[in-house]
């Protein structure tokens, strides 16, 4: 059974960090793309940086580059995301998620992700 478990969130003022983790197991291929993504309220789940197993791939949106960094361990099976100089719209529930199978880019929307975690809160303070 995969599974996926968010840990990191929290409640920080703007202009400050957090490390979010996200420990997965079950994998049942090795060739997948596993990321992360959030979810404010009102609005749409947005792909925020995601890694592609296969080509080694790194995606990062265009709301979080330079800011915020995807890092994983040797069997990317395990995924971090360093978050930088945090502003308040940064404010939602993040999400970890996996999608399996070979692609030759890194998949970054949510209809292509199998399995998610159940959600960590991060609240950014002005």
């Known amino acids: 059974e995969v599974q996926l478990v968010e840990s990191g969130g929290g409640l920080v003022q703007a202009g400050g960090s957090l490390r979010l983790s996200c420990a997965g197991s079950?994998?049942?291929?090795?060739?997948?793309?596993i990321g992360w993504f959030r979810q404010a309220p009102g609005k749409e789940r947005e792909g925020l940086s995601c890694?592609?197993?296969?080509?080694?791939?790194?995606y990062y949106a265009d709301s979080v580059k330079g800011r915020f960094t995807i890092s994983s361990d040797n069997a990317k099976t395990t995924v971090y995301l360093q978050m930088n100089n945090l502003k308040p719209e940064d404010t939602a529930v993040y999400y970890c998620?996996?999608?399996?199978?070979?692609?030759?880019?890194?998949?970054?929307?949510?209809?292509?992700?199998?399995?998610w975690g159940q959600g960590t809160q991060v609240t950014v303070s002005s």
């Open positions: 079950g994998f049942t291929d090795d060739d997948y793309s």
């Open positions: 890694i592609n197993t296969s080509d080694d791939y790194t």
């Open positions: 998620a996996v999608g399996f199978g070979y692609s030759d880019y890194v998949k970054t929307h949510p209809h292509e992700y199998d399995y």
